[in-house]
């Protein structure tokens, strides 16, 4: 897709920073942005670029890195400042985003030399950029694409857990701009002509990227939908009908699945270790009319009673399912992330079967395509607490594959659904309390 050219020299000046920023902390993109002074006050078309900018940047970055590694003799001097940084939004913006050529050199230049650091290589950015807007997509010919832009990390976890072939299939599918999947409040098929995009198996609407503003598209002020991944919305589905049913979402924020859980007729408790994380969910039940009660507090602690029809715990995990949306998640993580929520699941997990009738249903489920955060994690309290079995995941509208022998449910970025693209890599499975 191509993007209208914005003049701003102020996102030019701004994304520098905040790729260093990313690093540097360890923030996503939106943390970035939402901590940024200069980018608040921008107008939502500017921040909306600049996030699409960042993105692009981490989306494609082992593919910019090797192009620069091919046109720059040595590495930039550390004394250069955001020089590096400048060159690589450049190179973004030239071969990703389709940015016409003078306007995307001359603000990295003018950027650079509104910098003291930067200032002095601003001559090589000018001379760099140009070899890039001269060589076009051609640069990019020969590049292992999705083995770049994959950390290492990540690789060779992959490729050991699902196998080369679907360790590639999965990064390529990273390297997609995703589109926006949309839940409603009644029915998907009567905004269709509305909206536009495509009804999925699971009664949701997709919009293909490059859908514009989200609070500015029909019915969103109304409180008529919120943006669920396909994929999220799985777990609740496998409950069948909850019409009525006590049900207790666990790390629930920012609330996509209370959200659905109460549009199907549940009465929803949905609790939160991080009460500014809630703020968007409380949010989202005021714009959509929805009713559930809401709870900050840490679900190891709170007193909630051992008696509920569905417990739903959506445990905190690396979200290496999500690289998709989130692009930067790879390159700000490493593996130890998932060896250290390890033993957080494993307690929430065992804290939460607690809180199950007798008879009721306990779902499980991560956005991680890390075993140790799905498989393995099942098959270990499957082993250590008597009297839960699976319920086998079963339906028309789940993609073809995701259904393991177990009866537990994993989805791939990779898994195709609907006429185009895929769903963020979930692993969920519903088991049942016996009686």
Request: some cysteine.
């Amino acid at each position: 897709m191509t993007f209208p050219v914005i003049q701003g020299l102020a996102v030019r000046q701004v994304a520098p920073h905040l790729l260093h920023r990313c690093a540097e902390r360890r923030l996503t993109v939106e943390e970035a942005i939402a901590s940024n002074a200069v980018a608040q006050e921008m107008e939502s078309r500017d921040r909306a670029f600049l996030s699409t900018l960042l993105l692009t940047v981490f989306r494609h970055r082992g593919e910019i890195d090797a192009i620069l590694g091919q046109l720059l003799d040595r590495p930039l001097p550390r004394k250069s400042g955001p020089a590096r940084d400048i060159l690589v939004l450049g190179v973004a913006q030239l071969l990703f985003l389709g940015l016409a050529p003078h306007a995307v050199i001359d603000l990295a230049v003018r950027a650079a030399k509104a910098d003291r650091n930067a200032l002095h290589f601003s001559g090589l950015i000018n001379a760099v950029l140009r070899k890039v807007a001269s060589g076009g997509t051609e640069l990019l010919v020969g590049l292992d694409a999705p083995r770049l832009n994959t950390p290492d990390w990540l690789w060779v976890r992959w490729t050991k857990t699902y196998g080369e072939e679907t360790a590639r299939a999965i990064a390529t599918a990273h390297g997609e701009r995703p589109g926006l999947d949309i839940s409603f409040r009644t029915s998907a098929r009567a905004w269709a002509d509305r909206l536009g995009g495509e009804l999925l198996p699971n009664a949701q609407l997709r919009l293909p990227a490059g859908h514009g503003s989200v609070p500015d598209l029909a019915g969103f002020a109304d409180g008529e939908w919120w943006i669920q991944d396909a994929a999220a919305t799985f777990p609740a589905r496998l409950l069948g009908d909850v019409v009525g049913k006590t049900v207790l979402d666990l790390c629930a924020a920012p609330g996509g699945k209370t959200l659905q859980l109460a549009s199907m007729g549940a009465r929803v408790t949905a609790v939160d270790v991080s009460d500014m994380r809630l703020g968007r969910l409380r949010e989202n039940l005021s714009r959509t009319g929805l009713s559930a009660a809401v709870v900050a507090g840490d679900a190891m602690s709170l007193a909630l009673d051992g008696d509920w029809d569905v417990v739903m715990l959506d445990a905190p995990c690396s979200a290496t399912g999500t690289i998709r949306r989130h692009p930067e998640l790879p390159w700000l993580k490493d593996e130890a992330v998932v060896k250290e929520l390890a033993g957080l699941q494993r307690r929430l997990l065992r804290k939460a079967a607690t809180l199950v009738r007798p008879g009721g249903t306990l779902v499980y489920c991560t956005c991680s395509l890390e075993p140790e955060e799905g498989e393995m994690r099942v098959r270990g309290f499957l082993a250590d607490t008597p009297g839960y079995e699976i319920i086998p995941a079963a339906g028309d509208w789940l993609p073809e594959g995701a259904v393991r022998p177990e009866g537990w449910l994993r989805t791939l970025p990779s898994m195709r659904y609907g006429s185009s693209q895929g769903m963020d890599g979930f692993f969920a499975v519903a088991m049942r309390r016996r009686g």
